[in-house]
């Protein structure tokens, strides 16, 4: 048994972005990278020392190698116990019920979310901190101020196996074959404890919804529903819930086994990338009721026969009807929503007299709010949805809400909960437009055009709509007081319509322009129309103010949501 210091040279942009350090496979593949990057975050946490850490991933390719240097970093660096998921799985929102459960002092998942994945494809570690939600900014920057100065990495270079001990290569491959079985194993002076990934998540989201009532509507002759893991985290989780303890036929979760590479695909889950299951309920309503969700399990879309439901709807229709659910029968304390996501949320808070919110763009925004019992329900425009019960978005919770709310409300659908729910508040059309992989001096020059012509654009119109405000989006946490600036530029026609430009702190590929807009009708008789063509005049002032299709060549989004 060795511990060994590693000296190495700092690697240049280690900076967490939105949702944690993603890069291309190759990149984490250099030699002492993911070292690096680890070590890091253990010298910027010291309280793990002495203490457990979670670990598991979304499965995707460098997953179990990562697994296994993590481990031997962590035995390295004085921590006490390390869960791990079994096979290397944990989806996002089951790190955080077992951080929670367990009172680790923080977690590492190793995910890049809906990138692709594959050995051409993503990678990415997010840390979480003890209350189970991503570490806050001050935390990710003065980890990534450690990295430019880290000099050495500490591992366990050889290790007792059952009183063998063997060199370092022979125990990586003993770590990988590991966490494939539940059990308990010493480590250096550390123990691995490798863990059923579903066990601690069913039994948090199981204590929450009227699983008697969803039971009988899975039952119900006539309801036909289907859930698409698309290859990723999720299908473990799918099945327990769905299937094991909510009755559901095997064959309503599709694509159940996570893949590597996610069977070639893009685990986003929304209609340009799940385009099968959207024609199937959406276009030709052969379902009441479909989810999705991405690669490591945190986000989710719901489509109902004839209608996808926008992400910023389903924030809003949940807050609306949440005493339906067992979990939020006394009522909720507030809601919050990322910046881009559209009022509708706002509007039902103001109803029912509870606090709203707007946060910047990203999970780690809500944790400060749901610690202080400020808010129950939160959610993002990008299909993600959550609430107290952990500090991730949860895209089986979400699905698990909307049965629950489709088994209280008998006669009703999808499309009808969702048109009562617009004639109540009014409709709040939304779409976001990315413009992907686009050169980043080109991206940041649109962005500086909107920025620049920001304080003369009050007074001025979009068609009829009068712009009231515009500014540089900057956010002062009710909490904590932590300020953050630059977080995405809004053009505000009062409560009429909004038009929002920021860039992707995600991607892996020169940068992506997001373009978003927002539109109110209080109308019924106008609730129906198509989505785009309502938007066309806050979509024809992005893009002129910007200047992005003169400035990059395109034409058009890559994709709209
Ligand atoms: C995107 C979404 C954001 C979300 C983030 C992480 O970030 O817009 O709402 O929180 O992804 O989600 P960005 O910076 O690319 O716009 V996940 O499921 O990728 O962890
Ligand atoms: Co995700």
Sequence with gaps: MSLREVAIAPFEGQKPGTSGLRKKVTVFQQPGYLEAFVQAVFDTA??????????????????????????????????????????????????????????????????????PGGPDGDFGIKYNIANGGPAPEAVTEAIFKRTQTIGRYRILDAMDVKGVTMPSSVSERMLDQWIDQVGEYRLGGMTVQVIDPVEDYAAVVGALFDFDAIRRLIARPGFRFRFDAMHAVTGPYARRLLVDMLGAPATSVINAEPKEDFGGGHPDPNPAHAPELYQAVVVDGTLDFAAASDGDGDRNMILGKGIAVSPSDSLAVLAANATLVPGYARGISGVARSMPTSRASDAVAAALKVESFETPTGWKFFGTLLDAGRITLCGEESYGTSSD???????????????????????????????????????????????????????????????????????????A?????????????????SESRGQGLRVICGEQARVIARLSGTGTEGATV?????????????QNDD???????????????????????????????
């Design 389 to 463: 019960h952990v500090r991730e978005k949860d895209g089986l919770w979400a699905v698990l809400f909307w049965l629950n709310l489709l088994a209280a409300k008998p006669g009703e659908t999808v499309l009808s909960i969702l048109q009562a729910h617009w004639r109540r508040f009014g409709r709040h059309y939304y779409s976001r437009h990315d413009y992907e992989a686009v050169d980043a001096k080109q991206a940041a020059a649109a962005l500086d055009r909107l920025r620049a012509a920001l304080p003369g654009l009050p007074g001025e119109k979009i068609g």
């Design 46 to 115: 010291p309280e793990l020392q002495g203490g457990t850490l979670v670990l598991g991933g979304d499965g995707r390719f460098f997953n179990r190698e990562a697994i296994a240097t993590i481990l031997r970093l962590a035995a390295a660096n004085g921590i006490d116990r390390v869960l791990v998921g079994q096979r290397g799985i944990l989806s996002t929102p089951a790190a955080s019920a077992v951080i929670r459960r367990h009172r680790a002092r923080g977690g590492l998942v190793l995910s890049a979310s809906h990138n």
């Design 531 to 561: 989505v785009q063509s309502r938007l066309q005049p806050l979509i024809d002032f992005a893009e002129v103010r910007t200047g992005l299709r003169e400035i990059t060549g395109r034409t058009a989004p890559d994709v709209i949501t």
């Design 465 to 481: 709509l009068a712009i009231t405000a515009a500014d540089d989006f900057a956010y002062r946490d009710p909490v904590d007081g």
């Design 514 to 526: 997001r373009l978003y807009f927002e539109l109110f009708e209080s109308d019924p008789a106008r």
